[in-house]
């Protein structure tokens, strides 16, 4: 694996602006571009931390699971075959969470597309805290867009 994305193209492939833009890079891609790594920081600027929750900050399963599919369109849209085009949540399958995410915390999110048949898709994420396993699960999306 290999090619990193700075924020910059991150924000070329993904329509998402502070503060849902939930991807802070690409560290990996696989050559056949069907799976990758991705990383966000998570601080105590995040505006979520001021409801979720201001005395105990912990950051929602659903925006983990929003990173995850953030990370899956940043890995699996580039090149020019999908130009213009954008990665829609469709669903979500069997996710579980095994820990909280608090500020100061780095996500690492790993997907693996496992399943295309024609514009909708499958991928199996998984979200990781200093090699410990926070959450993971499936991610169905479909390709809208383009020409």
Same mark, same amino acid.
């Given at each position: 694996m290999?090619? /990193?994305?700075?924020i /910059?193209?991150?924000?070329?492939? &993904?329509?998402?602006r502070?503060?849902? %833009? &939930?991807? $802070?890079? !690409?560290? @990996?891609?696989? @050559? $056949?571009?069907?799976s990758?790594v991705?990383?966000?920081n998570?601080?105590?600027?995040?505006?979520?931390f001021?409801?979720h929750?201001?005395?105990?900050?912990?950051?929602?399963?659903?925006?983990i699971v +929003?990173?995850?599919a953030?990370?899956?369109?940043?890995? &699996?849209?580039?090149?020019t075959?999908r130009?213009?085009?954008?990665?829609? %949540?469709?669903?979500? $399958?069997?996710?579980?969470f095994?820990?909280?995410?608090?500020?100061g $915390?780095?996500?690492r &999110? +790993?997907?693996?597309?496992? =399943?295309? =048949?024609?514009? !909708?898709?499958?991928?199996?994420g =998984?979200?990781?805290?200093?090699?410990?396993? !926070?959450? +993971?699960? @499936?991610?169905?999306?479909?390709?809208?867009?383009?020409e």
């Amino acid at each position: 694996m290999s090619e /990193t994305r700075a924020i /910059t193209e991150i924000m070329d492939l &993904l329509p998402h602006r502070y503060p849902f %833009l &939930l991807v $802070d890079r !690409v560290i @990996e891609v696989a @050559e $056949d571009g069907k799976s990758g790594v991705a990383l966000k920081n998570v601080t105590i600027n995040e505006s979520f931390f001021q409801g979720h929750f201001p005395s105990r900050p912990i950051m929602p399963g659903v925006l983990i699971v +929003e990173a995850l599919a953030q990370a899956g369109a940043a890995i &699996l849209l580039r090149g020019t075959q999908r130009d213009g085009k954008l990665a829609v %949540l469709a669903g979500i $399958d069997g996710f579980r969470f095994r820990r909280p995410v608090v500020p100061g $915390d780095t996500l690492r &999110l +790993e997907v693996q597309l496992t =399943r295309m =048949r024609g514009p !909708v898709g499958k991928i199996a994420g =998984r979200a990781t805290v200093d090699g410990q396993l !926070v959450a +993971e699960g @499936e991610i169905t999306f479909a390709i809208t867009g383009g020409e």
